[in-house]
């Protein structure tokens, strides 16, 4: 079973050490523990997700609340490097 998530936008949850990406899943089911990729070279994305959830503006989440998967960065250099990917438009592969 796969899946694939559209991302509109990506903030950090730095209080919980997260980096969320809120859009769309466009096919399949995303679920925690799933495996996320960015079909390119560059980034060399692969993490586990953490969670997927609901975020908006309580959460320090732009906009009403969407579907966004999470991910545990375990230290603010990683949270920023991620951050520094561009991420809007973007599609992630998810497999178990």
């Known amino acids: 079973m796969s899946a694939r998530f559209e991302i ?16 769309t899943v466009l096919e399949g089911t995303a679920t925690a523990g799933m495996t996320a990729r960015l079909r390119d070279e ?7 997700v953490h969670a997927v959830e609901f975020l908006g503006e309580e959460a320090g989440a732009p906009g009403p609340p969407s579907p966004c998967l999470t991910f545990h960065a375990r230290d603010a250099s990683r949270l920023a490097e991620w951050m520094a ?12």
Not at 15 to 20: D, G, P, S, V
Not at 42 to 48: D, L, R
């Open 85 to 96: 990917l561009d991420w809007e438009g973007r599609t992630v592969e998810l497999t178990w």
């Open 42 to 48: 560059e980034s060399g994305f692969e993490q586990p």
């Open 8 to 23: 509109r936008r990506a903030f950090p949850l730095p209080e919980r050490e997260l980096l969320a990406l809120a859009g």
